[in-house]
């Protein structure tokens, strides 16, 4: 193992008041690398003008300009970040910093660029559009601690504290074929009477009530994962009857609590899959989860929140007040990569509070229904395959988790042929 080098954190006057989020960036930075921060040390890493001698020094161009603090913590200034952050460009292996590396990886990770957004899709879900580009590069915070390691420890490629793995996630978003039993009746009778086309109804009927659901799903999976040495992991709703949202909980409990144990019998990680109106509502958020442990039995302490919808001040201070350690919420269904900027599990922050949190995040990088189906794009299984292969190597080279969502209830090729291959190229 690396010997630890030490450094201290110096900031200049005038930029102070950021020094809780400069300190988080340094919390990252030492989480990823061989690197430690202390008030002891000889060498600093300084933020600003007027940097001490022989100290590394990062440039102030995203503090003090591209936010303001009040009050309610710290805010975007969204016409000017957004162009801050798109000046970014990885450093050069050596020389000095001539991007805002410290402030980056705050951004990125806090997310936020989320707060307030004025632009926003029809879930109300912030736009991979407006964040930097992902898909295939490499993570800007990623980037980022690496440039900083780098100029700490006078090596150009310092050894990661992290290392490459793979997560199996998958949403329950429909424990049977249906959301409520007679749902799929209406549609059935359209294909008959309307599009006169009985081998459509004859199709639509089995994959709702004689699909096999959900045993065959969930075995399959847990099958899968099995034969890579990994847990799978499984994301179930509470009680809802919002329509955004599966009943299940309520209409099926004890095929839930089946389903769960079997899960839980092999091995396998139950997690919670919090509903479309809880991202900022901490009375409904609590009421799902502790219906879902009511039900399962199960103690919850991670998941992904439903259509990843998330608020960026609410969503993790909900998530870290309810003592969950794990959240998979982080990415955009239609780009793959790293939506917080890093391929590591990191911290989240509280923009509200100003203080990093105990619950810990992720983004999820793949998702099946972001590359295939057609509801944002519909690749080839073989072009699908490529992306991802692209998406874990960044994750081998930074040392990071690859998370990987595929739904429940998709037991039909070509959907099983490309996550069998998915496996195959990424475990």
Not at 35 to 61: C, F, I, M, Q
Not at 264 to 276: A, C, L, M, S, Y
Request: with cysteine; aromatic share 8%.
């Amino acid at each position: 193992m690396p010997e630890v080098v030490p450094y201290k954190l110096s900031i200049a006057p005038a930029l102070e008041p950021f020094r809780a989020e400069l300190e988080y960036s340094c919390d990252f930075l030492d989480r990823c690398y061989f690197v430690k921060r202390s008030v002891e040390a000889t060498r600093a890493l300084h933020y600003g003008d007027n940097a001490p001698t022989n100290a590394v020094a990062v440039p102030a161009k995203i503090f003090p300009g591209g936010v303001r603090l009040d009050q309610q913590g710290i805010h975007p200034n969204h016409d000017r970040l957004g162009a801050l952050l798109a000046e970014y460009r990885p450093a050069a292996e050596d020389g000095p910093l001539e991007h805002d590396a410290l402030a980056l990886i705050f951004c990125m990770l806090s997310r936020v660029e989320e707060r307030d957004a004025r632009t926003v899709d029809r879930y109300g879900r912030y736009r991979a559009p407006n964040s930097l580009p992902m898909a295939g590069a490499a993570p800007p915070a990623d980037c980022a601690v690496l440039d900083l390691a780098r100029r700490l420890t006078g090596e150009t490629n310092p050894q990661s504290r992290t290392q490459y793995e793979v997560m199996l996630t998958h949403d329950v978003d429909c424990l049977r074929g249906y959301h409520r039993p007679l749902a799929p009746l209406r549609p059935i009778l359209g294909d008959i009477v309307k599009r006169m086309n009985p081998a459509r109804a004859m199709a639509r009927a089995r994959d709702a009530w004689f699909s096999g659901e959900p045993w065959r799903s969930v075995r399959m999976l847990m099958d899968l994962a099995e034969k890579h040495n990994r847990p799978a992991r499984f994301y179930f709703m509470g009680p809802t009857n919002s329509s955004m949202d599966s009943p299940y909980a309520l209409t099926m409990p004890a095929l839930l609590r089946r389903v769960t144990d079997s899960v839980q019998e092999r091995g396998h990680i139950i997690g919670f899959h919090p509903g479309f109106g809880t991202p900022a509502n901490s009375a409904e958020w609590n009421r799902q989860h502790a219906g879902l442990e009511a039900v399962t039995g199960a103690h919850v302490r991670e998941g992904r929140q439903h259509v990843l919808a998330y608020d960026a001040v609410a969503t993790p201070e909900i998530w870290d007040d309810a003592g969950m350690a794990l959240d998979t919420t982080l990415g955009f269904p239609e780009r793959s990569g790293f939506r917080s900027g890093t391929c590591r599990r990191f911290v989240a922050y509280s923009l509200r509070r100003r203080q990093p949190l105990r619950l810990e995040q992720l983004s999820t990088a793949i998702m099946d229904f972001g590359l295939l189906g057609g509801k944002y794009r519909d690749l080839s299984p073989d072009a699908a395959l490529a992306e991802c292969e692209s998406v874990a190597e960044v994750c081998r080279t930074f040392g990071g988790t690859l998370v990987i969502l595929y739904h429940t209830g998709q037991t039909r090729d070509p959907l099983r042929e490309f996550y069998e291959r998915l496996l195959e190229i990424t475990c």
